[in-house]
């Protein structure tokens, strides 16, 4: 059952990787404003799919953001289900599951400072994130409902693959309670940096190695241990 949890949370912060990968069309000399709003958007495009318009990002036709934001948690969720034989409706369930954890994301760009990136300009940019304790509790409480499944004799002549199915459902129904009354950890300052990523395109944005330790923040592990 664990396995199960902590695929979810590997996913979860797979997913804001990859929106901090997206790379924006920046102007000769970005400002601090321009690293600020750089940062924002790309988290909030993942999260809530807006976003402030005036940042531009290369990897994304204009008008094409909800859609790319959708593309790219359609490509985490197959990754992460393609081991198991998961039926439509429970991949709806993983889906909209994402969807409403991201969307309870709490996180506020303090500052940026401006750096000298070897004669090139660049920024690092404050993050304030108060993790999501999205599997507080989570496994204590689906621990009672396996309890209440292994009394139910219609499992017993279940296929493994209806098994997986219903447990995954049952998994979604526990975290999808959490998410109704969310709970945070304390804010945590995380620092990542803005600069020039392709410098023949003038293409601006956040390391890779950044992206990943801003996501592994949005959502807190406590409940995992």
Known sequence: MKKHFRIIAALLASVMLMGLMLSGCGKAEPTVEDAKKYVDSTVKLL????????????????GKETEARDAIIDEMLNQATSEYNLNNETKEQFRAFFINALAKCKYTVTDAVKTDDSGKVGYDVTVSVEPLKVFNGAQDAMTDVMLD????????SMSEE????????????????????????????????????????????????????????????????
């Open 149 to 156: 499944l292994l009394s139910d004799t219609s499992v017993l």
């Open 162 to 225: 209806e098994v997986t199915n219903l447990v995954f459902s049952k998994i979604f129904d526990v975290l999808n309670a959490n998410l109704e009354n969310p709970e945070y950890a304390a804010a945590e300052d995380i620092i990542v940096h803005y600069g020039l990523m392709d410098e023949e395109k003038n293409l601006y944005g956040v390391s890779e190695e950044d992206g990943q330790k801003l996501g592994e923040k949005l959502f807190s592990s406590e409940g995992l241990e």
């Open 47 to 62: 999260c809530t799919g807006e976003y402030d318009k005036s940042v531009k990002f290369s990897d994304i036709e204009e």
